[in-house]
């Protein structure tokens, strides 16, 4: 709806799509998370609800008062990248609030700089927890116990007044399993619990498990770095009284790959991503902050700039829609097509009547669209079922000559044709060194991968390595006789010396003869072929195929300019090279110098460079003003001399205020007018 | 003649310049293997020199060379693409170098020589200049690292003048590359050899290295054999990257060994033109007029139309942040009056000296119809975060100029105003300016903030930003402290600013004294009973608490233990204050 007002209802169009596209996506990313979470958040359940059972038990039975003193703790690590957490803890608080207890807190380091204040959020919010239970009766109370002081006395007592309160009535919604516990336990999170004070800790610790048979606390640590921290963090006599439970979140790294495998290398989703495109969001991923979230956001970062600058992004959308869309085709957006690089290297080839057809008839335009995007689903479908074949070979090869990834594997396809690399090369080498039982493994799987997918393409492969399996496994049988038969007649015979050593040199050159040719090898041989001419006839670079643009983001350097921004070095540039901005002939300069008609805080930067850490002031405006003057001469101004040095002078110091700004210089009292450097060599 | 050739292409392997370039991709090859290279090479394809510094630097720029080329080589067709923005011309490894010390008149000089450019070549002005045959001697002064590495490089030069062939012949495989690619860069071969006598004129900088060569020649020959003799092989490139590691390290120490800072001793009280203030500033700036404004409006125009996508992408849940030199603050304000007339909207300044978080969030509640106080900030922002929560319809535009400001950048304000942009239905649009301001965020805020950067170099001055500042060489004006100066008077007794004018009077008179520390309180009690402005010393006492509390004026032990009194305020006023009173008496 903010797009530029050209033909409105296609731009409408494009956008709409796009909604489309991206709601699916995102849903799909946010199951994916949930599916990818849910053994976690199933056995942390699992931990709170036998240990607070257990809790209970021992409520009643006073005299075990020394285990009742250990608070249950779970120990969650979650992994550096820390933009994520704040998505997996809240829907583990759903989880939790679902399932267990109704009492689910979660703080944060930065609320609680002392004691006081972690009391009052921590009661603040389990108060919130009570009203959304009991509809908001009690606001009221609420309000006065606000400015009540916060112990953990008076939490133990609400608490108690709580339960009482609320058994008798049940007026708990939506949880049947934890309705058979009488009181519920509080839940508390701490989202970092590196960023913690330690004495806040320390001192919550030792209040609480006193408190404990009163007040059954439950902890969830949120650990970014490893569960050692804990034991840094508290010293033994405090930890001692947590009886701490390890849990391990999943790694980003498999996340991605799996948002990869179900975003990606599938056909679901029309939209695909250039390798230079892939290639920076992983690496954005994998060198700056490895978080899901920002992978996720280029990946619609690149999907809203597909559809914004791409006019036949009306096309990337599910097949049978495309085509209705295909029909709907503007004369102008026919033209579009015809000028799109692929297309027009896809109608060279043809013969010439067909390509005047091409380029003259819309109509026949579009039919010919039609089959080309067909065969574009088809192409895409056929692809990724062999790379993951591929994949399949390839990935525990040693020293994974292709990747060990299947992102690796698909952006060295993507970029060229993977077979002229010398990478494959050597891997078809390492193939005809595979023992059979790795190769046989191997063939399994991908049969497998065939047999799942449903199309009729590539049914004829699945045949074909069931084939290969089956030769294999009577290979098997033929050679274990072959051997009995031979070590039987070989063994019976009774020979001496001379015939003895002959027998072993012929056998020696049998060997050497037949390596090639033993039947195994010969199957190997086989097998790697097939491999190689699956490669070369579907891993075809998307960019051969007509209409690809429609479907492939590749545009990666806006991408990095808006996700991955320099701006220290646009700033130096602006500095250092104003003809790179300003297209103005005077200008443009030899590298290194700049003329002295630039830009006031040019030429005010570049003589700031020559400094060391400490900038005269005088001999910086002196120097400006030899500087300008002799700009000025060539513009032959004709103010008078007084007047023009009293504005070179305003003109110096406007350049110079505008570098303290942009944190070049500050002024120092070192030595009287003077500036520091703030940039290197300055302190 | 061949073997101490070799032995000469050791030592110039060891003691070799070592770029940031250098430094970077060697980090990098360890991190990121060749794909990461490949991406930087993507950036470094317009290195381009900063400046040209005659000593030293002459081998950065044959480095620079060879990478310039190796860097189109790898990627030839991305050149095009990464012209569109400024960011990936330098790769950011010499933005800023370690400062080598350096000479006080290099300002001076380096002046003189832009001023003498035309427009583009130096060369033959440098020629001419004596002046450089006396500097160089000069700055290798102390500088004995840098100096090493111009002999080496000077022992370079001579061997590919005396024998080139055979050097190429004999030189170990890293140096043959480094002395193919500047031949394949220059035009003419023959600016190496030591008698120039082709003039190029197009070629600046090529002659500057051609002049320092002739003017260094001799002296380097002498000096050969003593560099040479503590040098011995080490060829492997291991060792390479040790030495470029530790002298990077040196360089660093170099940099900030000395704690004196050779720089001239000149104050601009010599100079009679001092401190201007904001209005005669503002005056004569005016006079100036704007130069390449026909490419300034074409950059401005360029950039106004990614305003539509601005709003769709504002509307999509990112928020955006715009950096680039020049103010960008009329470039918002255009997209205000384009896009936002029919939004509810606030624009916050951020250069606004009084600007704080507790100010932003204040005019958010308040276009949100609040009365009444808040608590804490905290509150406020959660009272914000619910409101729209609870209406969904609710859209607000939030325009920060100058988010970096001073008053803004602090970590906590950050996360506030980060969590505000968080909200579904804001959206914030802001400048930054700083070259450290990005530094602001760690990963946590960035993700509540979702930017998506865009780059707008306008060129603008930062006229209402600096305004505001304490500029260096602005004079304050002044009319805020006398403002506040009367008006606190009026509202005291005639007793209390007699006490008041007794005191300015003494310090007026004693301005000259630049030992003076203030007016001795029994000296001033006195004083004050003698005009019978006090009677006791209480009474005196008193006044002054009032006076201490209004900030009028501070006290200071002396030495001896007694309270010296003065007016924190500058002397001028003081005077246009007096003349006040006097006027109206």
Same mark, same amino acid.
């Given at each position: 709806m903010y797009l530029k007002p050209k033909p409105l209802n296609k731009l409408k169009l494009r956008f709409e799509t796009y909604q489309l596209i991206w709601q699916q996506m995102k849903s799909e990313t946010e199951r994916l998370q949930e599916e990818l979470n849910k053994n976690l958040f199933d056995s942390l359940v699992e931990f709170l609800q036998t240990s607070h059972s257990g809790l209970w038990k021992n409520s009643k039975d006073w005299s075990c008062e020394i285990k009742l003193r250990e608070i249950p703790t779970a120990a969650l690590v979650l992994g550096v990248n820390v933009t994520d957490h704040d998505l997996t803890l809240r829907s583990l608080t759903e989880v939790l609030q679902n399932n267990v207890t109704p009492y689910v807190v979660s703080l944060q380091a930065k609320d609680c700089p002392d004691m006081k204040h972690f009391l009052q959020k921590l009661v603040s919010q389990l108060m919130d927890c009570k009203v959304d239970v009991q509809s908001k009766e009690k606001e009221s109370v609420q309000v006065i116990q606000k400015n009540v002081h916060y112990s953990m006395d008076s939490l133990s007592a609400w608490y108690m007044s709580v339960t009482q309160k609320t058994d008798p009535k049940m007026p708990r919604k939506k949880r049947t399993s934890s309705s058979q516990w009488q009181s519920p336990p509080v839940v508390l999170i701490l989202k970092d619990m590196e960023s913690f004070t330690t004495k806040v800790l320390q001192d919550f610790i030792i209040i609480s498990s006193q408190h404990l048979h009163e007040f059954p606390l439950i902890l969830i640590f949120g650990i970014a770095t490893s569960p050692v921290v804990i034991h840094r963090l508290l010293p033994h006599a405090v930890s001692s009284l947590l009886c701490i439970e390890l849990f391990q979140s999943l790694s980003c790294k498999e996340h991605l790959t799996t948002v990869l495998d179900k975003l990606l290398l599938t056909t679901q989703f029309p939209f695909k991503l250039s390798e230079k495109v892939l290639q920076i969001l992983t690496n954005i991923f994998l060198y700056h902050d490895f978080s899901i979230q920002n992978f996720i956001k280029g990946l619609q970062l690149s999907l809203l700039e597909h559809f914004y600058s791409q006019p036949l992004s009306v096309l990337c959308c599910n097949l049978p829609e495309a085509k209705r869309r295909i029909r709907f085709l503007s004369a102008n957006q026919c033209e579009n097509i015809r000028r799109l690089p692929s297309f027009r290297r896809y109608v060279e080839k043809q013969s010439s009547e067909k390509q005047v057809a091409l380029l003259t008839s819309d109509k026949f335009l579009k039919e010919e669209t039609q089959s080309l995007l067909e065969n574009l689903h088809v192409y895409h479908k056929n692809y990724f079922l062999v790379l993951r074949c591929l994949h399949q070979f390839t990935s525990s090869l040693p020293k994974y000559p292709l990747g060990r990834q299947i992102r690796e594997l698909y952006c060295m396809c993507l970029e060229k044709s993977i077979w002229d690399s010398e990478e494959y090369a050597s891997v078809l080498q390492l193939l005809r060194l595979l023992a059979k039982d790795e190769l046989m493994a191997m063939l399994q799987n991908c049969f497998k991968l065939f047999q799942s997918s449903s199309g009729k393409e590539l049914g004829n492969t699945a045949k074909r390595i069931e084939e290969f399996l089956a030769q294999f496994q009577s290979l098997d049988e033929t050679k274990e006789e072959e051997d009995t038969s031979q070590s039987q007649s070989k063994g019976l015979q009774k020979t001496d010396l001379y015939h003895l050593q002959k027998s072993l040199l012929e056998m020696k050159e049998l060997r050497s003869t037949s390596k090639r040719q033993t039947k195994f090898e010969v199957l190997r041989e086989q097998v790697v072929s097939f491999v190689d001419s699956l490669v070369r006839e579907y891993l075809l670079p998307p960019d051969t195929q007509p209409l690809h643009e429609t479907l492939y983001f590749s545009s990666a350097h806006t991408l990095r300019q808006h996700l991955n921004a320099a701006p220290r070095i646009a700033l130096h540039t602006a500095l250092n090279n104003p003809y790179y901005y300003l297209k103005n002939e005077a200008l443009r300069s030899e590298e290194g110098c700049i003329p002295n008609v630039a830009p006031d805080i040019c030429i005010a930067y570049k003589l700031h460079l020559e400094c060391s850490r400490l900038i005269n002031l005088v001999d910086w405006s002196e120097a400006f003003a030899t500087v300008v003057t002799a700009a000025e001469k060539m513009d032959a101004n004709s103010v008078t001399s007084e007047e023009r040095n009293e504005i070179i002078h305003a003109r110096f110091i406007r350049a110079v205020s505008e570098l303290e700004l942009l944190g070049f210089i500050k002024p120092t009292k070192q030595k009287t007018d003077h500036v520091a450097r703030l940039t290197w060599g300055g302190c | 003649m061949t073997s101490t050739l070799e032995l000469k292409a050791d030592k110039m392997l060891k003691v070799q310049f070592v770029g940031d370039d250098d430094v970077l991709n060697h980090i990098l090859d360890r991190e990121g293997g060749p794909k990461i290279k490949k991406e930087r090479a993507q950036l470094l394809v317009n290195t381009q020199k900063i400046i040209k510094k005659p000593e030293n630097e002459l081998e950065e720029d044959d480095q620079e060379v060879l990478k310039d080329h190796n860097y189109v080589e790898v990627l030839g067709q991305d050149v095009q693409e990464s012209?569109?923005? =400024?960011?990936?011309?330098? =790769? =950011?490894?010499?933005?800023? !170098?370690f400062q080598n010390?350096?000479? !006080?008149?290099k300002m001076a000089k380096l002046a003189s020589e832009l001023a003498k450019? !035309?427009?583009? &070549?130096v060369s033959l002005n440098m020629k001419n200049d004596p002046k450089i045959t006396i500097d160089i001697p000069q700055c290798s002064k102390g500088k004995i690292l840098p100096q090493l590495f111009k002999e080496s490089f000077q022992e370079l030069l001579q061997i590919i003048n005396n024998d080139k062939s055979e050097f190429l012949s004999t030189a170990p495989r890293g140096l043959r590359k480094r002395l193919i690619v500047p031949r394949s860069h220059s035009d003419s071969e023959s600016e190496y050899s030591a008698s120039n006598s082709e003039d190029d004129e197009g070629v600046a900088q090529e002659y500057e290295e051609d002049t320092n060569e002739d003017i260094l020649s001799q002296k380097i020959q002498a000096q050969n054999r003593e560099v040479s003799a503590p040098v011995f092989r080490e060829t492997p490139s291991k060792k390479m990257k040790r030495e470029k590691t530790s002298h990077l390290v040196e360089k660093y120490f170099e940099a900030h &060994?000395? &704690?004196k800072v050779l720089t001239s001793d000149r104050t601009l009280q010599k100079l009679k033109r001092a401190k201007l203030d904001q209005q005669t500033l503002h005056n004569l700036l005016s006079k100036v007029s704007p130069s390449f404004s026909a490419e300034l409006k074409q950059l401005n125009q360029q950039h106004e139309q990614l305003f539509h996508k601005w709003m769709l992408q504002l509307h999509l849940g990112f928020n955006i942040v715009l950096y680039g030199l020049g103010s960008k603050r009329d470039l918002l304000e255009r997209f205000r009056t384009t896009m936002l007339q029919d939004c509810i909207h606030i624009v916050i300044n951020g250069f606004f000296p009084g600007i704080s978080v507790k100010s932003v969030l204040n005019s958010v509640t308040e276009v949100l119809d609040h009365v009444g106080t808040f608590r804490s900030v905290l509150d406020q922002l959660e009272w914000i975060t619910n409101k729209f929560k609870e209406d969904s319809s609710l859209e607000l535009f939030l325009l920060i100029h100058n988010l970096d400001s001073q008053m803004l950048r602090g970590d906590k304000s950050q996360q506030i105003i980060g969590q505000l942009s968080s909200l579904r239905n804001i959206y914030l649009i802001a400048s930054i300016d700083h070259l450290n301001a990005p530094l602001m965020w760690d990963h946590a805020k960035q993700s509540l903030y979702n930017w998506l950067w865009y780059e707008t170099t306008t060129y603008s001055h930062y006229t209402e930003e600096t305004s505001y500042e304490n500029s260096l060489l602005v004079k304050q004006s002044g009319s805020l402290p006398l403002s506040s100066l009367i008006h606190v008077l009026r509202s005291l007794t005639p007793n209390a600013r007699g006490i008041f004018r007794l005191l300015i009077k003494y310090q007026l008179d004693n301005q000259d004294n630049p030992s003076y520390t203030g007016l001795c309180f029994q000296d001033f009690y006195q004083q004050c009973r003698e005009a019978f402005l006090v009677n006791s010393d209480l009474t005196l006492r008193a006044q002054l608490t009032e006076f201490r509390d209004h900030k009028l004026i501070r006290t200071k032990k002396g030495t001896d233990g007694v309270e010296y009194l003065l007016i924190p305020v500058d002397n001028g006023i003081l005077t246009d204050f007096l003349e006040n009173e006097e006027e109206e008496l």
């Open positions: - | 012209l569109k923005n =400024g960011s990936a011309t330098d =790769g =950011g490894n010499k933005v800023y !170098p010390r350096k000479h !006080p008149e450019t !035309p427009r583009k &070549s &060994s000395s &704690s």
